[in-house]
């Protein structure tokens, strides 16, 4: 008898250790270096895609969550899931692909959190009203409440971070190195004034420099409709722009097809300016004007609407954007209507930069803006963008955005992550980087391709 037990627990010690060894050679052979597929083993869980749910005492939303929903989502227990920032997304520089300083990506650098600014900033964005009270008291009040309550309907993979963490600046710039993005566009305000929702980040401007330079990032500014914008304090902004970080190796020149090398402004927001008063900063002969002078630059408009191209030749602008990514929204916005504005701004010595985006959804913060929601699709929705801003053969590519939260408008990683709430929005069945991957998959084609109609149209090639 003891012989049998003897020799079962042997056959049993053998058979344990022959599990072991199976699940770790299994281990051993999962597939880390796939760009876009799941992790070995994910399709024997559970499905686990999410779609944001605010929930309130008074408010259903599943309504609108059916509408924004990315993903089907099953009815998962509350537990709180967020990921961690990976270290073996280090970067070998050298193995990376050269930057393209024809693809930029709008920059945001308006958030904080108590450790680096003693309170939560823009992460706690307030939810907007509908202009309609009729409309407005369906929907919930109040402000967000972060880090598990904050203004998106997704989570990044950093948290509810500060734009003052140095790290935080270091780890965008290396998720915009490896997507072979050559320029951010820094949302600017001027020193000691800021957006609604935020405080003055001007001072901030050094650090990022400086971080993207070890990059070879390099970085223009996203010029922003601060109070009382106009021709005069524009000269005094531009001047205090060009004056204080112009001699910084980050800071960026384009290179015009005549050879000159001149910085580049990205004006939101500029048809709220009277054309008159644009052109006494942007013509030759205007009363403010930066023409032929050490503050001379490339300004480009934000286009709207149709009429707004006659404004802009008035007003002496150097060029149009279109900025939103929503496909549809306006008519700028609109993937169709950019063939007949390329064709607008070659008539007219123009530079043109359709703006495109990986989705759209707000309604974090505009909850009843439900219409204006574009699904990710996986990432199709980011590459039909793509291709229909290279068919138009353009002289840049920007992005929106690289980190606009609230608008759901985001490359930057993201996470899943539930709470008690909400259930964010996050990019499975892919990898928190795919945005990053795919960008620089087309900034790579676009490179190539630019190369190849620059001579025709005598567009700058270095």
Known sequence: MAKFRRRTCIILSLFILFIFSMMMGLKMLRPNTATFAAPFGLDLL?????????????????????????????????????????????????????????????????????QFDGKYIHWNHPILEHWDSRIAKNYPQGRHNPPD????????????????????????????????????????????????????????????????????????FHIEPYSNRDDQNMYKNVKYIIDKYGNHPAFYRYKTSTGNALPLFYVYDSYITKPEKWANLLTTSGSQSVRNSPYDGLFIALLVEEKHKHDILQSGFDGIYTYFATNGFTYGSSHQNWASLKFFCDKHNLIFIPSVGPGYIDTSIRPWNTQNTRNRINGKYYETALSAALQTRPNLISITSFNEWHEGTQIEKAVPKRTSNTVYLDYRPHKPGVYLELTRKWSEKYSKERVTYAFDHQLPVS
């Open 46 to 114: 559970p499905e686990l895609h999410q779609r944001t749910i605010h929930l309130g005492k008074k408010f259903d939303f599943q309504k609108n969550d059916r509408i924004n929903s990315e993903t089907n989502t099953k009815n998962l227990k509350s537990v709180e899931i967020t990921m961690k920032p990976s270290k073996a997304s280090e970067l070998n520089l050298e193995e990376l692909p050269p930057l393209n300083y024809y693809l930029h990506v709008f920059y945001y650098s308006w958030y904080g959190n108590p």
């Open 149 to 220: 309550d904050i203004g998106s309907s997704f989570y990044p993979e950093l948290g509810s971070y500060s734009s003052r963490d140095p790290s935080v600046i270091e780890t965008h710039m290396r998720q915009m190195r490896s997507a072979s993005i050559g320029v951010l566009a820094l949302s600017w305000y001027p020193p000691d004034s800021n957006d609604e929702n935020g405080e003055p980040s001007d001072d901030l401007v050094p650090t990022i420099l400086d971080k993207a330079h070890k990059y070879n990032l390099k970085v223009t």
